[in-house]
């Protein structure tokens, strides 16, 4: 998925994957959205928060499926919206 986006932050992290052949970038990104994080403090999220979760990462087949639908649900929802 590309879009444009600005740095503003000298703490902010640009993730990238280990190994394309295992991981769905895209996915991965969803996940982090489902992640039960408490923003409303201003602190270092990625090393007191996110760096210590463990999560489930499906196959790579299931990850793709897991993004396909995502992308019909949301050209679902995009159809409502059009009316």
Known sequence: MDFDFKVKSSAM????????NIFNIEYIYYLLQTLK?????????????YANKIVRIHTRDEQNE?????HL????LSSFNSD
């Open 13 to 20: 992290k640009i993730l990238t994957i280990s190994d394309a």
């Open 37 to 49: 994080i408490d923003t409303s403090n201003h602190k270092r999220y990625w090393i007191s928060e």
């Open 66 to 70: 897991i993004v396909r639908n995502i």
């Open 73 to 76: 649900l949301y050209k679902l």
